[in-house]
């Protein structure tokens, strides 16, 4: 097993840190009684990602995602229709 340097062992901390609370975070919006849990979580969220993103800017996911083109359903069909 390889070990990884220590900036992108904290790199995967703080991506998985941020993914975490913000489940939870959706998780407890349904809850009438914890909406300022809520608004804590959802600002320990933020600053996560600023900081990742102003220490190690977007993951490749990220990157990927923001690259991608939508295409409609009717769009999809029409490919489909017009594969071999």
Do not use: N
Not at 36 to 46: L, M, S
Not at 61 to 75: G, K, S
């Amino acid at each position: 097993m390889k070990k990884l340097p220590v900036s992108e062992l904290l790199r995967l901390a703080c991506i998985y840190a941020e993914r975490d609370q913000q489940e939870f975070a959706h998780s407890i919006a349904s809850c009438d009684d914890m909406e300022v849990e809520q608004e804590k979580v959802a600002d320990f969220v933020t600053q996560l990602r600023e900081y990742r993103l102003k220490r190690w800017g977007r993951t490749k996911l990220e990157q990927e995602m923001e690259a991608m083109v939508p295409v409609t359903i009717a769009e999809l069909a029409k490919r489909t229709v017009e594969a071999p």
